[in-house]
């Protein structure tokens, strides 16, 4: 695989708008295909999203991307004294507020409007710039960069897709388009977590060696000034001169899981081997979540 010093360097990493569309689209109408046939007993379901049964979780998706096509949201408040594991801060109250507008829909007017959003912001896409700098409307009304935009709703559909297919109990689509452009989201992340969450000190590197349906190896490391980045793979061994501080190697759904907060690393070490700064390892692990 080819490295870089600047970027993740995935599969998506430099894709255009037009393939960025196509992502995401298509990680839209499989979240729908998979959402149609559920049972109503499957459709209350929890899922592993804090709170958030099978049919929130369709709520939501229909909730952001209405708002980004340019629909009115429902006014609405929800009795939080109900809803005590909704964090208190903007976004989390915000994303909740139009799930719980929602809750008394039944399961085919929230997949109908779904269906519908799914072809208008489709279209909307397509016939908008193509530009990835020019400047788009993000959840909350905040500007983004197109190429921002299109990613931030593929992460969150293609994760909230295998939210819904842990609960179900159906796994699949574990290497789609929407599965490598989320991958470009999470290794993206791993320069933040190492020199901004943990404050790492200069010289400290992660290597991370990915199996499954998304693989990959990089290494990121903190320079002399203290800025975290990707780098080339060391030669060495871990814990050596010429080697990374740690190399953390597990399976792509685990490295998923854990980047978006579904799990904690107890919960998965079988799934992970760590090799080298035992500890540094544990920690990176244990604040490597990205998602909100």
């Excluded at 046939?37 to 369709?58: M, N, S």
């Excluded at 799930?99 to 399961?107: F, K, P």
């Amino acid at each position: 695989m080819s490295h870089t010093t600047n970027g993740p360097d995935l599969r998506l990493s430099q894709a255009d708008v037009a393939t960025l569309i196509s992502a995401w689209e298509g990680s839209a109408r499989d979240f729908l295909d998979l959402c149609i046939p559920l049972t109503a007993e499957q459709w209350q379901l929890p899922t592993p999203c804090p709170a958030w049964t099978v049919g929130d979780i369709a709520a939501h998706i229909v909730a952001i991307d209405s708002e980004l096509v340019g629909d009115p949201q429902p006014v609405h408040e929800p009795d939080w004294e109900t809803l005590p594991k909704v964090r208190d801060d903007g976004f989390s109250r915000y994303t909740e507020t139009f799930v719980d507008a929602r809750r008394s829909l039944s399961q085919q007017a929230i997949l109908a409007e779904l269906a519908d959003v799914i072809d208008r912001r489709t279209a909307q896409l397509i016939e908008g710039s193509h530009d990835l700098t020019a400047e788009s409307s993000g959840p909350m009304g905040r500007p983004r960069s197109v190429e921002l935009a299109i990613r931030m709703r593929t992460f969150d559909t293609w994760v909230h897709e295998q939210d819904v297919r842990a609960a179900i109990g159906q796994p699949g689509n574990e290497g789609t388009a929407g599965a490598h452009a989320s991958a470009h989201t999470l290794v993206a992340a791993i320069p933040f977590t190492l020199g901004k969450k943990l404050q790492s000190q200069p010289g400290i590197s992660v290597q991370l060696v990915v199996t499954g349906a998304v693989p990959f190896d990089r290494t990121v490391a903190v320079n002399d000034e203290g800025v975290a980045g990707f780098v080339p793979t060391f030669s060495g061994e871990p814990g050596t001169t010429d080697g990374p501080t740690v190399r953390i190697t597990t399976d792509w759904m685990t490295f998923m899981w854990l980047g978006c907060g579904r799990v904690s690393a107890p919960q998965v070490m079988d799934n992970v081997t760590i090799e080298g700064d035992l500890a540094l390892g544990l920690i990176y692990l244990a604040n490597c979540n990205i998602a909100p």
